[in-house]
């Protein structure tokens, strides 16, 4: 379980460096990826039960 502790906080930690970059592409991703999941036809959840279904079909577990 240490190693999923592990690559959370890594990717926390590289998260805040990209969107500290001056670059304004990786801000509006991020603003894209939260409006995608907000409640709407489907609620988020649904969204994110879906997303997980196709992420395990395809095989990124990451």
Known sequence: MGHLHEKNAERKRVNGLVLKSPMKV????R???QKVFADGALSKKQKELTALAV?????CFD
Do not use: K, R
């Open 31 to 33: 603003e894209l990826g």
């Open 55 to 59: 992420a395990i079909s395809q095989n």
């Open 26 to 29: 990786f801000g509006a991703f």
